[in-house]
């Protein structure tokens, strides 16, 4: 399979779900989709494409919150990026750790500090910060203010 139809079969398969691609290079393209797409769309390109996938990215961008999950086509060295964008507010979206672990421990460190919710995840326990981190306060979003007067905050949260 070239990249190009591996690129067709996603607009055949998912054109209804997709609202933006960016084909940025012969080696990277960006897929926006509908966040009710993304456990079939990462599932589809996981199991059937062959993909690896490599990891998530997460970033509040003022707006929304997005995420972008990154797969990797080695036999033909495609990136392909999925991106959603989730409502600053209420960020919520179906995980994909179910379809494959790896995408576990990343989804838990994103609801961690961006407080996104990962519907149906199967360990939503804290991973990275401390246990006394008081719940609701997302260390990575624009709008954080320091919740710990005591805290000196020069290397990190």
Do not use: C
């Not at 959603?84 to 961690?112: Q, Y």
């Amino acid at each position: 399979m070239t990249r190009d139809d591996v690129l067709k079969e996603l607009r055949e398969r998912f054109g209804p779900d997709t609202i933006d691609v960016f084909d940025k290079s012969p080696k990277r393209v960006y897929i926006e989709i509908r966040p009710d797409a993304l456990v079939k769309m990462g599932t589809y390109i996981f199991r059937n494409l062959g993909a690896r996938f490599h990891i998530a990215t997460a970033v509040d961008t003022r707006d929304h919150l997005e995420i972008l999950y990154h797969f990797i086509i080695e036999d033909i060295n495609l990136l392909i990026s999925l991106r959603v964008k989730l409502d600053r507010d209420h960020p919520a979206i179906d995980t994909l750790a179910n379809s494959f672990p790896a995408a576990n421990w990343i989804e838990r460190e994103m609801g961690e500090l961006l407080g996104i919710e990962f519907r149906g995840h199967p360990d939503p326990r804290r991973l990275v910060l401390p246990e006394q981190w008081p719940e609701r306060v997302y260390p990575l979003r624009r709008d954080y203010t320091e919740w710990d007067k005591e805290a000196i905050r020069d290397r990190g949260v």
